[in-house]
């Protein structure tokens, strides 16, 4: 593969938003696809956009996630590191881009990216990205996307590619912007939702979160983009934190006493993970089990902790590690059973007792000194993990979660005792599922919310206390929210 081919300037995973290549780009003259490679050629000089396409299809076709398909394909098709990385970077940002890029398509095509056949559609897609979003040369975008339709579907699909594509590229991405988004003049959240290649629904979300700090919100959803920074968490009783930057070469972190940041690599690879001394754990989710553990109690705390919600186990671990130590046990609730057995796996030598029901009735004994909620949710606070989450996600998923988190923290509450604390946690700052549910807990049992900022000294928190946002352009971790409430005496 020649260089031209290749995107240039960005790693992959760097953020970049739908605009601003540099004007002046045009795709190529005529109509004609481009003659040439043939199935094999197209396998032997161009397996990462293959790769790239074959995840596209997989995402749309068997609704799999794209960040477990391409590692196995790469060690499948054995590519080299510099295909496996131009791989990464079509399939995955192409999936976050979709919805935009599938507008730009059906303007281009004159009928709706819908009513596309799937497979053109992959192709499409992954053409009009390398134009819109990548420093790959115009004429090699269209013609290995050209060369991939005429290899599978013949000369008359090759030509319609061909045609969109360059309908495509006679725009820049900055021009598309204002031709197909709402005016930032307004509907700035439109406009920026469709800058950032974000659904509006969700755009509007975290600029509700953020509230006064909605200016915010463009480097919000650039940070969807980014590739997140590993983080280790030091399990306690193991290992210090201190001890784990040192063998591992990483960075402490600024918020959790267990969390090391590490620059990349493969995390599994490490010794201290492979001898169960540190696990991959964001820090946000490291600060939920942190604050539960130091949450104040109204009486003796007799012990008795319970995961309400525990797979596949991460807060788990780090709870049994903290109750291992304090002579507490912890009682783990998940209803599904591959999840459980991961939870079961991943507390093994804790005192940690997995059970496998539904949280909203457990049969579990009540009494317990403190109960984490970490809650099934919309996901919005971790869309940077998965690249075609924030497509997969409908506004109409909400109602019935908040409905779930709801039950889930009536069931918590009645399970912990008076003067006992629950933690009610999610990935999402969707407001419905963040404070409204809380508010509504507060309103129906009169529980009281703890201070936050007396709880998790040292992180930066806004508003007044009563919970926290976290924010990955701000803290560097997923979007994790999280408010500790005291069941009254
Ligand atoms: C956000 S995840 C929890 C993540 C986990 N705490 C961790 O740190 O690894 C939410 C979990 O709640 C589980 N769940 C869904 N419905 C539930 C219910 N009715 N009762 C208890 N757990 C439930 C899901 O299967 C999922 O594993």
Redesign the pocket.
């Known amino acids: 593969m020649t260089e031209p081919d290749r995107p240039r300037k960005r790693e992959s995973g760097q953020p970049r938003k739908f605009v601003k290549k540099s004007p002046g780009t045009r795709g190529p003259k005529g109509n004609r696809p481009p003659q040439g490679a043939g199935p094999r050629a197209i396998d032997a000089i161009d397996p990462a956009r293959r790769a790239a396409r074959d995840v596209l299809k997989a995402v749309r076709e068997r609704d799999a996630y794209a960040n477990l398909v391409l590692p196995g394909l790469l060690r499948e098709r054995k590519l080299d590191t510099r295909d496996a990385a131009l791989a990464t970077e079509l399939a995955y940002g192409a999936s976050r881009a979709r919805g935009v890029l599938d507008a730009v398509i059906a303007h281009a095509a004159g009928r709706p990216a819908a009513e596309i056949d799937g497979p053109l559609l992959d192709i499409l897609r992954l053409g009009s990205y390398q134009l819109l979003r990548t420093r790959v040369a115009p004429h090699a975008a269209v013609a290995t996307s050209v060369d991939l339709a005429r290899s599978e579907f013949g000369t008359g699909k090759a030509g319609f590619v061909n045609a969109v594509l360059r309908r495509v590229s006679e725009r820049t991405a900055a021009q598309w912007v204002d031709e197909l988004a709402p005016p930032a003049a307004s509907d700035p959240v439109g406009h920026l939702a469709f800058e950032y290649a974000h659904p509006k629904w969700i755009a509007q979300a975290f600029a509700d979160a953020l509230g006064a700090d909605a200016g915010e919100l463009a480097t919000v959803l650039e940070a969807d983009d980014a590739r997140p920074s590993v983080h280790l968490v030091a399990r306690p009783g193991e290992i210090s934190a201190e001890e784990l930057a040192l063998i591992t070469g990483g960075e402490e972190g600024p918020y959790s006493p267990y969390a090391v940041h590490l620059d990349g690599g493969d995390p599994g690879k490490l010794d201290a993970v492979r001898d169960g001394l540190a696990g991959v754990q964001d820090e946000g ?1 490291q600060l939920v089990g942190r604050a539960l553990t130091l949450a104040p109690l109204v009486g003796v705390d007799g012990g008795r902790w319970l ?10 671990a780090l709870l049994g590690a903290i109750a291992q130590i304090d002579g507490a046990r912890v009682d783990a ?4 059973p591959h ?1 459980a057995d991961l939870v079961s796996k991943t507390t093994k030598d804790l005192p940690v007792t997995v059970h496998t029901v ?3 009735q457990s049969g579990l004994d009540g009494g317990y000194d403190r109960v984490l909620v ?4 919309t996901g919005l606070g971790a869309l940077r993990r998965r690249p075609e989450a924030r497509w997969r996600r409908l506004p109409s998923d909400v109602a019935g979660l908040v409905a ?1 988190q709801k039950e ?1 923290l009536a069931a918590a509450i009645d399970l912990v005792r008076p003067g006992g604390v629950v933690l009610y946690s999610t ?1 999402s700052p969707h407001l419905s599922e963040t404070t409204a549910v809380v508010a509504d807990a507060v309103r129906r049992f009169g529980v009281e919310p703890l201070d936050t900022r007396e709880l998790l000294p040292g992180v930066p928190q806004l508003g007044d206390g009563t919970s926290v946002q976290l924010w990955p352009h701000r803290h560097g971790t997923d979007a994790m929210f999280m408010a500790a409430l005291r069941k009254p005496m």
């Open positions: 989710s995961d309400l919600c525990a797979g596949p186990g991460g807060k788990a609730v998940e209803p599904t999840r539904d949280g909203r970490d809650a099934p949710c779930l889930l990935c």
